[in-house]
């Protein structure tokens, strides 16, 4: 039986390792080289690699710190931001990523999602995305959570996994960085109409949430920011706290 | 020195790094050269993609197969890594039937899932090992260790006789299989983090 992963996330803003709230307040968090080591060091299942620079959407200017960090970190690594052709993609499995995540590029075209899909395989091809909570319903934004998008949040995924997407990321830009809980909600939702692995991120503050979010779905993977950035927490703690409640998990 | 083969077909930059992490020296062997296998103690096969393609991809290059066959019968350990692995077998089935090694009397066939959520294909992630029979590749092992997978094809072999691990995923399918100085993984050992870096230094000091 697969292992629930449990997968750092690394914001990046140029070579410097950031953390955002609600998509906005970047503070730096030090190098990430160095931090991915740890993380891998200490039982992290995955990477998942991010460029959020407004500015620079080269998902070419990731290439630096993603050769480092696959020279050094012996587990899968996924990385995205501003992906959004085969090149890019090809450029960055090439340089050590095992996975691709694209987000902004889905609504605009998602015979994109299948082709990659056909070079890469489906495995290698995460489709992110990012919602917000208005009047009570989930809507979808693009465009690091700038540009709004009319399209419903199930039919986005019945499209994505029509076009062979291997994995959705979900992510709540209202929970995001403020480590005051995910929201289980959009969790249950998520996992209720994808028959493909789900990774949630956002909202996680402390181990309990985590635990929660796999008690109450079939969600894969949970990846965490602030939680290790911000907090003496690794990986291998949150392992051993989950290990009480029967969670799948690798324990070695 | 250990020789990492190049088919040119997949991204060799993950097992070198992880060889040279170890403190070994590696070798990219290219396989349209000749006279690369000599000065190498261990041959790596990695190995991402489609079956057809690496069988017309080495079979193209025919000094370089009657090579690697003579420096299997000196008895000089070979590693294949999921494909690398596959390709070990006689036969393979993946878009065409081709032509493997055979190196093991195998076949790589589909593996059975059920296509429900729990067991989809390709078959991804963190799964365990159940070790069946010792051998020296497993020092410092343990029973049940988690290593990464990403295959959607499996090995099928004629004789269990070569099968040391067994993996299961719906069904139970080999893991790590191992025939006189030829050894083959299904997961990925250089992305399998401490027990992946283990028993991949394992294979590099091993004397068959």
């Known amino acids: ?252 | 020195m250990i020789g990492i083969l190049d088919l040119k077909i997949c991204n060799l930059s993950s097992v070198s790094s992880a060889v040279y992490n170890l403190g070994f020296d590696i070798k990219i062997i290219k396989i349209d050269q000749k006279d690369q296998l000599n000065d190498i103690s261990h041959l790596i096969i990695p190995g991402v993609g489609s079956f057809s393609n690496i069988s017309k991809e080495y079979f193209e290059n025919k000094n370089f197969s009657s090579e690697l066959d003579n420096y299997k019968k000196k008895g000089k350990p070979l590693l294949g890594i999921c494909l690398g692995m596959q390709f070990l077998a006689t036969e393979g089935f993946e878009n065409n039937k081709s032509k493997g090694l055979n190196f093991i009397e195998a076949s790589v066939n589909l593996m059975e899932t059920d296509n429900t959520k729990n067991f989809n294909l390709p078959h991804v992630g963190w799964n365990e090992i159940n070790i069946l029979k010792n051998h020296a590749i497993f020092d410092g092992i343990k029973n049940n260790s988690n290593f990464y997978f990403i295959h959607s094809y499996q090995v099928v072999l004629k004789n269990n006789e070569f099968l040391f691990a067994e993996t299961k995923y719906l069904k139970k399918f080999p893991s790590i299989i191992i025939k006189d100085n030829v050894i083959g993984f299904q997961f990925h050992p250089e992305k399998s983090s401490k027990n992946g870096l283990k028993i991949l230094e394992n294979f590099c000091r091993w004397k068959p």
């Open chain 1, 1 to 252: 039986m697969l292992k629930k992963r449990i997968i750092p996330l690394l914001l990046l803003m140029d070579d410097r390792l950031v953390k955002t709230v609600n998509f906005n307040n970047f503070k730096d968090v030090g190098n990430p080289v160095s931090s991915a080591k740890i993380f891998s060091n200490s039982d992290a299942d995955e990477l998942i690699l991010l460029n959020i620079n407004r500015e620079n959407r080269l998902s070419s200017s990731l290439i630096p710190v993603l050769k480092e960090i696959s020279e050094e970190c012996f587990i899968p690594i996924s990385v995205g931001g501003g992906i959004n052709s085969f090149n890019d993609a090809s450029e960055i499995i090439k340089n050590g990523a095992d996975k691709i995540i694209i987000n902004s590029i889905c609504y605009e075209n998602y015979n994109f999602v299948k082709s990659l899909a056909n070079k890469l395989g489906r495995q290698a091809v995460v489709a992110s995305i990012d919602v917000k909570k208005i009047n009570n319903k989930y809507v979808l934004f693009s465009n690091c959570g700038k540009k709004l998008n009319q399209i419903s949040l199930e039919e986005h995924i019945s499209k994505l996994i029509k076009n062979n997407v291997g994995e959705i990321m979900i992510n709540s830009i209202d929970c995001e960085g403020t480590m005051s809980g995910p929201d289980l909600d959009l969790v249950m939702q998520v996992t209720n109409i994808s028959n493909v692995p789900i990774i949630y991120s956002s909202g996680v503050g402390n181990y309990d949430h985590i635990k929660d979010i796999f008690k109450i779905s079939e969600v894969s993977a949970v990846a965490c920011g602030s939680l290790f950035n911000f907090t003496d927490s690794n990986p291998i703690r949150v392992k051993s706290y989950l290990k009480n409640y029967n969670i799948n998990l690798r324990i070695f």
